[in-house]
Each structure stands twice: as structure tokens, then as C-alpha cells.
């Protein structure tokens, strides 16, 4: 009879490159824009990419747990960084750290840009902790920098869903992150399903809006508060 | 935006995800196919130990369910038992979910439900009921409330969900329920 196994850490994973490829693969759902689109004149991307392309201000930005490469060819001083040593087999500039408080310390206070869109490892923990991980990339932030932060609700433990209104749970943490460091919030949108019957009086089974990008998205302009966001 | 010689092609935004029917056996051959998800041992040692033959089972995720063949059955008429683990009734409004049971129940009068939390009230909708604060036994308090002419029993352990609990693979709530 096989082990029985409820959670990840019961029982050891394979250790091998691709193993490391497939889990990576799973959680950065951009790297198949990178995949489809480095071989191909036309490149495709989404109307998220492109909002964040067009309000990308000069200067250096960092794209963080995020498949970043994938936007390489329109940002001109882009630094990619993720957590997945297996990301520089196939992306050898990119920056691998294991803490987020690496950014930092490898970089120093020098971004004009951060951009986190998405990223599985930002999520699955509760909103104090995707606090304490801004703090992290606060740090490596220009003043005036401009901060693009996007996740799923679905993905934000320790809160109850049939209590909470969605709406208020995530403005309010924007709110409080504004207050926590000087991120002034310029833009928000945050949505999510909406469900009437159809002719038939059945429901559909859709996701909350945008499950590659995230359906709860911010942006923030650190200790200022100048740009206009289009 | 930099320069370019790529064209470029806008479209709106795309589900990425390519793996749902095949999700679990990815997740298995994590561990190198060596392990079982207690919860699929669950189900089947719930179907087993009941002495349950026919079974009709709507399902999204290939689950390699270790029962006879025969168990299945292709419609809900000849089944003894309805086993819902696809997660998609998790994504109808709280409210869809309970109309939803009260449809199978009428087909079959017995129903293993499988939920999966972190979908639940997908369009957040104010629920009129008194729910405790702990969401896992909100969940349950809420199915008991909202099904008070069915006995309503929750078989799920409780854990707060990292992520790590191939939720994916099988919804994390289970619940058996029956007309009284």
C-alpha cells in the first residue's frame, strides 16, 4: 500500500531539473507567453502587460516572481529576479535569491519600477505576511518608484470568505499598506465574479476575473504621489 | 515601452493554466508516483465501508480511483451514491450550491460533496446567517443552515491551507448529505 501523504511536506519531492521546471512552470503562468512568443516576430501579451508597460516611468525597473523575461523585449532596463535557481538554466541573467530581503542587499535602493504580478510564492499566506513581504521590496525602491502589485483573492489564507466582504478585506489592506510604507495608492481594481442564471437556470463555473494576472490589482508610487496612472 | 522589432499582438487576458484534468497525476509524479492523497483514500474507504455498489461520480480531475469498474455508473438513476468532486460547483454562488444539492438530492437521496474553501462565495455575496469566525466551520455551519431538511455531515480535517494540500487535486471540504 502506498504512504498516505495530505500536504507537501510529508513526504520528500524528487530532486532533479525537471521537476524543479514543472513546479516552476505551474506557479509563473507567463513563462508560457515567454515560450510562445521568443520564437515568433509577433509577440503576444495581455491587457495587464500592456497597462503596466504604459505606465512604466524611465529608469530601471525590477520585475519580481513573476516570469519577468517574458516582457524583455519592451523594457529596456529590466532586471529580473526570481527564486527558482532553475530559472537561469533557460534565463541566465536572471537574478536568483532565496529571501526576499536579497533584493535589497544585491541591488540596493535603486528601482524606478517593481513590478510583482502574480507571483505563487507572494501568495498562498495571509495578507500580514504579503505585508512583511512589501516591506522587503520597499526597500530596494527609488522615491517615487512605482509599484505594480497584482495576486488572486482565492489564494489569501486566513480570512473568512462567507463573512468578509471581499470588496472592503482587500481596499482595507491596500489602505493599511499605504499608511505601513509611504506607498501612496494611485490606481486599484479589484473584482470579482459576478453569477446570474443563464436561459437554462444554471450557473457558470468561471473564476474570479483574470486568474493569470490576479483579480486584485494595486498600483503605489512610493513617498510621492505625482504620477498619473492612464 | 522600449523599442521593438517584435509586432506586437494585445488580446485580453487568458487562462494560462493547461493541466486541470490532468492536475493530481502531475502533483503525484512530484513524489515519484509513491504516495496516495489520504483524502482520495477517504472516498474510497467511504464507499467501501458503507457497502455502496453504484456510484455516480462528477468529476473534473482524473482521480484513478482505486474502486471496481462497475462501481461507476453512467447515469445518476441507476447510482446508489452521487460523488461530486469536480471543483467548479465550488465556483456557483453560495446560494447556486445549495440549489445545486437540492438537484442531485432529488435524483439520489445520498451525496458526497466535495468543496474546495478557497472558492466558496466566489462573488461575494453578504451571507444572512449566523456563521462562527473560524471560515472551516463557517463553511459547515452554513451548509447545516442552508440544508435544514438534510442531515449534513462534515468529513473533512481541519488545517489552514498553505497551498500544500493538493486542494487541486481533490476540494479539501467533504461533506456527506442526505434527505431526512
Not at chain 1, 474570479?208 to 504621489?225: A, M, Q, R
Not at chain 2, 493541466?19 to 492523497?37: M, P, S, V
Amino acid at each position: 500500500m502506498k504512504k498516505l501523504i495530505e500536504n507537501f511536506s510529508d513526504f520528500p519531492m524528487l530532486e532533479n531539473d525537471q521537476h524543479h521546471y514543472i513546479r516552476y512552470r505551474m506557479g509563473r503562468l507567463k513563462h508560457q507567453l515567454w515560450l510562445y512568443n521568443r520564437k515568433r516576430n509577433e509577440a503576444t501579451i495581455d491587457t495587464h502587460d500592456k497597462f503596466v508597460l504604459d505606465n512604466l516611468q524611465k529608469g530601471k525597473t525590477c520585475i519580481f516572481g513573476s516570469a519577468g523575461y517574458y516582457l524583455e523585449d519592451f523594457i529596456s532596463d529590466l532586471v529580473v529576479i526570481e527564486q527558482w535557481p532553475i530559472v537561469k538554466k533557460f534565463y541566465p541573467k536572471a537574478q536568483i535569491i532565496n529571501d526576499r530581503s536579497e533584493i535589497s542587499k544585491h541591488n540596493g535602493r535603486i528601482f524606478d519600477n517593481f513590478v510583482v504580478v502574480n507571483n505563487r510564492g507572494d501568495i498562498w499566506c495571509e495578507l500580514s505576511v504579503v505585508e512583511k513581504h512589501i516591506g522587503s521590496y520597499v526597500k530596494a525602491m527609488k522615491t517615487g518608484c512605482l509599484f505594480f502589485y497584482s495576486f488572486r483573492d482565492t489564494q489569501i489564507v486566513g480570512w473568512n470568505r462567507l463573512k468578509h466582504d471581499h470588496y472592503n478585506y482587500f481596499y482595507d489592506f491596500a489602505l493599511h499598506i499605504e499608511k505601513t510604507y509611504h506607498l501612496n495608492l494611485l490606481w486599484h481594481d479589484i473584482k470579482f465574479a459576478e453569477k446570474t442564471k443563464d436561459g437554462a437556470g444554471n450557473y457558470d463555473i468561471m473564476e474570479n476575473p483574470d486568474t493569470t494576472n490576479g483579480n486584485i490589482k494595486f498600483v503605489f508610487e512610493y513617498k510621492s504621489k505625482t504620477k498619473n496612472i492612464k | 515601452m522600449n523599442s521593438t522589432k517584435k509586432l506586437i499582438k494585445v488580446v485580453e487576458p487568458f487562462a494560462l493554466y493547461k493541466w486541470a484534468k490532468n492536475f493530481k497525476r502531475i502533483q503525484d509524479r512530484f513524489y515519484g508516483n509513491k504516495f496516495k492523497l489520504r483524502r482520495i483514500q477517504q472516498v474510497e474507504d467511504f464507499i467501501t465501508l458503507n457497502n455502496i455498489k453504484k456510484v455516480y461520480h462528477i468529476d473534473e480531475v482524473r482521480l484513478d480511483l482505486d474502486l471496481p469498474t462497475n462501481t461507476f455508473t453512467n447515469t445518476v438513476e441507476e447510482a446508489d451514491l452521487i460523488l461530486v468532486t469536480a471543483q467548479g460547483y465550488s465556483r456557483f454562488p453560495c446560494i447556486g450550491i445549495i440549489e445545486q444539492i437540492y438537484k442531485w438530492l432529488e435524483k439520489c437521496n445520498k451525496l458526497y460533496l466535495c468543496l474546495n474553501r478557497h472558492y466558496l462565495n466566489i462573488d461575494n455575496q453578504k451571507i444572512d446567517l449566523a456563521l462562527p469566525d473560524e471560515f472551516q466551520k463557517a463553511i459547515t455551519s452554513w451548509l447545516q443552515q442552508s440544508l435544514k431538511d438534510c442531515t449534513v455531515i462534515d468529513l473533512s480535517k481541519n488545517y489552514l491551507d498553505y497551498g500544500e494540500n493538493f486542494t487541486w487535486s481533490l476540494p479539501d471540504r467533504h461533506f456527506y448529505i442526505e434527505k431526512k
